[in-house]
C-alpha cells in the first residue's frame, strides 16, 4: 500500500503535466463541454479576475503571466484559459520550425493545465507570400496537434476587424477560420489606417464595424466560427486644430502604407475614460448619431484640447444585438482588466454595465 504522501503525489499528476496546484484535482482536467454562446475575456495579468462577472465568462485568453490560481478558479467556473501564441511569422516559414513551435505550445500548455490557445500574430503578410501559406499551414497543423494532445481543447485565431487586407494582414481567412475553433475579429483600432482627412473618429463606428461582419459571412466563413470583439479602452487624442464644428485635427502618424493612424492618440482605459469625463475641464459626454459612439473634449495642464473617443453601454448594446440576431458564436473584449473594479458605488454601477452590455437584449 503506497504511503499517503507518495498517494497524493500520484493522485495530483494529471496526464503526466506536473503537480496540479489546485485544492481539487479535478480542477486541473482540460474543459471539454462545448458552450452555445461564447464570451471570450482577454486577461493581461494581476487579480482584476476575481471581479469578473463569472457567470458569463466562458473562455479566460491569458495575455499576463502565469496564474495558477486563475486556472483554478476559471475551471471551478466550467470556463476555460488559454495560452497566448505569438510568432514571428517568417520564421514559422520552415516546417521544422512550425513543428518545433507547436509542440513547445502543447508542452506549455499540459504544464499549465490549460484548454488550447489563442494565436495573435497581427503582423503584415502579403497575399500568396511564403508566409502566407506558413500561417495558414501554422493554423491547421497547431489545431491538429491541441485537438489531438488534449482533448477537448479550442484553437482561436485572431483577425482584423475587415478580411480586406486591414493593416496589410492579407490572411488566407476562409481556410483559417475552417482549421481553427473561433475567429476572434477585433472589432476596434479601425482607425489604424487613415487614408482621408487626419481627424479623430469613433474606434469601432457602428456601420463600418457591421458592415465588416457582412464582409466575412460573405467568404462563407460560418457565423459559428465568429467571434465579435470590442473595446473596453478608447483613444485621447491631441487636437492640433479643433474647429468651431468640433472636427478634432490630430498630428500625422503613418502607419503601414497609410499617411494617418489612431497612433497620434493614446489608448486609455474605460477606468480612466469615466474619470476624465468628470474632471472639471471636460465637456460631459456627448454622442456622434452617424458613427454611434460617445465622446468628450477636455483641455489638459498646457491648455491644449483633447477629444476622447470609446464604446460605453450604449454604443455596445446594438453590437452584442447584432452577435445575438447573426448567430456569431459570441462576443469577448479587450480587455477584461481595465474596468474600475473598486468598491466605489459609481463604479460599481458602471462595471456591471459595461459587462450586461455584451449580451444586449439577450439579458432582458
Known sequence: MLPFVAFLS????????????????????????????EVFVFDVGGKTWKSYNWSMVTTVAAFGSYDAELMCFAHSKGARVVLKGDVHIPYIVDKANRTRWITEQVSLAKKQFMDGINIDVEQAVEDGSPEYYALTALVNETTEAFHGEIPGS???????????????????????????????????????????????????????????????????????????????????????????????????????GAPCSDAAGKQKTYKWIMKQLNSPTSSGRLWDDEQKAPYFYYKDETGQSHQVWYDDPQSLFPKADYVMSKGLRGIGMWNGNILDYSDDPVARQQTALMWNALLGSKLG
Open 10 to 37: 500520484v493522485l495530483l499528476v494529471v496526464s503526466g503535466s506536473g503537480v496540479c496546484p489546485c485544492d481539487r484535482p479535478e480542477l486541473c482536467q482540460p474543459i471539454r463541454g462545448e458552450r452555445e454562446f
Open 154 to 256: 479550442q484553437v482561436s485565431f485572431d483577425v482584423a476587424w475587415s478580411p480586406k487586407c486591414i493593416d496589410k494582414r492579407c490572411y488566407d481567412y476562409v481556410t483559417i477560420a475552417k482549421s481553427c475553433d473561433l475567429v476572434f475579429v477585433m472589432s476596434y483600432d479601425e482607425q489604424s489606417q487613415i487614408t482621408g482627412d487626419c481627424i479623430a473618429m469613433a474606434n469601432a463606428p457602428f456601420n463600418q464595424t457591421l458592415k465588416a461582419y457582412d464582409d466575412y459571412l460573405d467568404l462563407k466563413i460560418h457565423s459559428n466560427k465568429l467571434l465579435m470583439g470590442v473595446p473596453w479602452y478608447g483613444y485621447d487624442y491631441p487636437c492640433v486644430n479643433l474647429t468651431q464644428e468640433g472636427i478634432c485635427y490630430i498630428p500625422k502618424v503613418p502607419f503601414r
